[in-house]
Nanobody
Framework: QVQLVESGGGLVQAGGSLRLSCTAS????????MGWFRQAPGLDREFVAA????????FYRDSVKGRVTISRDNAKNTVYLQMNSLKPEDTAAYYC???????????????????WGQGTQVTVSS
């Protein structure tokens, strides 16, 4: 079973940047689809970005397109979420998720993932 640990969250001013990391252990994630989700207080968890096992296809929610980049380094068993031009509405706990499978397209729905990290908090001040 793979375990996921997120890091890189913190407090940043609006317009700033953060890079989140999701490091996997237990198994190599080279054949896993990976995704990032977030949950703000009082709201449902929502999809942010996803990447296929090969890294060849990426998908983003509309509100982060052009500001966020998902990437992966299978040699390091790590997935990244580079977030630029951060806005107060990006404030949330960010979760990494994985599912084994060489799917042709990225997974964008919560139920498609079966392993989740514990989350890392991102707070953007105005």
């Amino acid at each position: 079973q793979v375990q996921l640990v997120e890091s890189g969250g913190g407090l940043v001013q609006a317009g700033g940047s953060l890079r989140l990391s999701c490091t996997a252990s237990g198994r190599a994630i080279s054949t896993y689809a990976m995704g990032w989700f977030r949950q703000a207080p009082g709201l449902d968890r929502e999809f942010v970005a996803a990447i296929t096992w090969s890294g060849g296809i990426k998908f983003y929610r509309d509100s982060v397109k052009g500001r966020v980049t998902i990437s992966r380094d299978n040699a390091k068993n790590t997935v990244y979420l580079q977030m630029n031009s951060l806005k107060p509405e990006d404030t949330a706990a960010y979760y990494c998720a994985s599912v084994s499978g060489t799917y042709t397209g990225p997974r964008t729905l919560e139920y498609e993932y079966d392993v989740w990290g514990q989350g890392t908090q991102v707070t953007v001040s105005s």
